[in-house]
T-cell receptor
Framework: GAVVSQHPSWVICKSGTSVKIECRSL??????MFWYRQFPKQSLMLMAT?????????EQGVEKDKFLINHASLTLSTLTVTSAHPEDSSFYICSPLKAPNNEQFFGPGTRLTVL | QKEVEQNSGPLSVPEGAIASLNCTYS??????FFWYRQYSGKSPELIMSIYSNGDKEDGRFTAQLNKASQYVSLLIRDSQPSDSATYLC????????????FGKGTRLSVIA
């Protein structure tokens, strides 16, 4: 298996503030990290793909200036939701890719509530 | 367009029965297949991976793959109420760092 941590596990913030979510792969190195979000009773939605040391690739409809992704090391990636609004309230989940079988593991998720 | 199709359910089975979850995929280039379990309010957890045709067993779980039919299934033997969750099927090409293609999930309910 693999151990992935996310911090914070939940956060409540006021509209207009920025929130940083950290994702760490604790027992393996992840060259590639995927970020998802999931609204209640809906499927996982891929937001972006990041490779260590490179700029992230964003899915259509995801604003790269609003969702800042940094993948500076093989064990840490961060997602910053800038100027959060109530419609950004969601469950954000990181998913590092583990070699050699390219298995995707998931962090425990961060529940963001924007008031 | 690469797609993974699953029956959304809910699939209800009595405790102790075999639960059978099915999945089809459209991309013939897919080489790796995964089953994830997601409890409500939690993130997905990898429970099985399968890469070659045939069956793969792990405890009460058996994954089956038929690449000719583009079909993947998951059998859960001796189903328990704790198995009640949404099960996600996923496929990957194993080429580079492309993300998995997920199905929308099948909701399983095991009735005590």
């Amino acid at each position: 298996g693999a151990v992935v941590s996310q911090h914070p596990s939940w956060v409540i913030c006021k509209s207009g503030t920025s929130v940083k979510i950290e994702c760490r792969s604790l027992d393996f190195q992840a060259t590639t990290m995927f970020w998802y979000r999931q609204f209640p009773k809906q499927s996982l939605m891929l937001m972006a793909t990041s490779n260590e040391g490179s700029k992230a690739t964003y899915e259509q409809g995801v604003e790269k200036d609003k969702f800042l992704i940094n993948h500076a090391s093989l064990t840490l990636s961060t997602l910053t939701v800038t100027s959060a609004h109530p419609e950004d309230s969601s469950f954000y989940i990181c998913s590092p890719l583990k070699a050699p079988n390219n298995e995707q593991f998931f962090g425990p998720g961060t529940r963001l509530t924007v008031l | 367009q690469k797609e993974v199709e699953q029956n959304s359910g809910p699939l209800s089975v009595p405790e102790g029965a075999i639960a059978s979850l099915n999945c089809t995929y459209s991309d013939r280039g897919s080489q790796s297949f995964f089953w994830y379990r997601q409890y409500s309010g939690k993130s997905p957890e990898l429970i099985m991976s399968i890469y070659s045709n045939g069956d793969k067993e792990d405890g009460r779980f058996t994954a089956q793959l038929n690449k000719a039919s583009q079909y993947v299934s998951l059998l859960i033997r001796d189903s328990q109420p704790s198995d009640s969750a949404t099960y996600l099927c996923a496929a990957a090409r194993n080429s580079g760092n492309t993300p998995l293609v997920f199905g929308k999930g099948t909701r399983l309910s095991v009735i005590a």
